[in-house]
């Protein structure tokens, strides 16, 4: 029979797969197969995402094909209304003349890369320590509930999709989200929203939800870009002093 501390032990390891499931947007870093993504439906990019292959492809140097993987993946996820299937990642693997392994390794390890449909605004979550300190916690919460969707899910009427990211580089407007529309891919949209609280965020989602725009950016009235909210407190000067330089043009000074 196993013991108490024994079931707590497995209890938590359970627990832990499950989170660690949850922080795998897409569930395990392997495929399985679906309906909808499988090895026996074909996919293939459209003729004008083949002249941009093109342009892409001219930039690397014959032997360094690999370089256009990235490009392809995005190239296909936009074609693609926000997704890569997995018959996308075979030919990426074959215009770029690589394992295909090499571009699942490249699509498992980059969080803008999603393996499975999401709805039309695909939301998520900076969850680094900055924006973790800053309240990301309570606004994914609030977003859970608000949404009646738990992490990595989509809403039934497929609006919101909720994901979570590393940092995005706003530690200083935390906590932050970046929201992606790929339903027009001649115009899709990818945008980062900062300094949020869950009032800020829900006024966001509603603006969403009702096709109303949005202000990207931070959300704070008072702030511009990164500065402190209260205005500037250093570098008050209009022009910062220019670095010291000798004067290169200067007459050599004559010889005591
Ligand atoms: S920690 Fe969230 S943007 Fe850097």
Redesign the pocket.
Known sequence: MQSALGRRTVMSTTAIQQQQQIRNFGGEMRHHNTDVNNQRIPWDFTQESYKKIEVIMAKFPRSRRKSGVIPLLHLAQVQNGGWIPVTAMYKIAKVCEVAPMSVFETVTFYAMFNRKPVGKYHIQF?V????MLRGCDNIIHHTEAYLNVHMGGTTHDKMFTIGEME?????VN???IVVSDYTNPDNFSYEFYEDLDWESLKAVLNALRDGKPTRPGSQLPNRKWCEPAGGKTSLLMSEPPKPYCRDLDAKPEPKK
Not at 167 to 171: D, I, L, N, Y
């Open positions: 900076c680094t320590t900055p924006c940092c995005m580089g706003c530690c935390a906590p932050m």
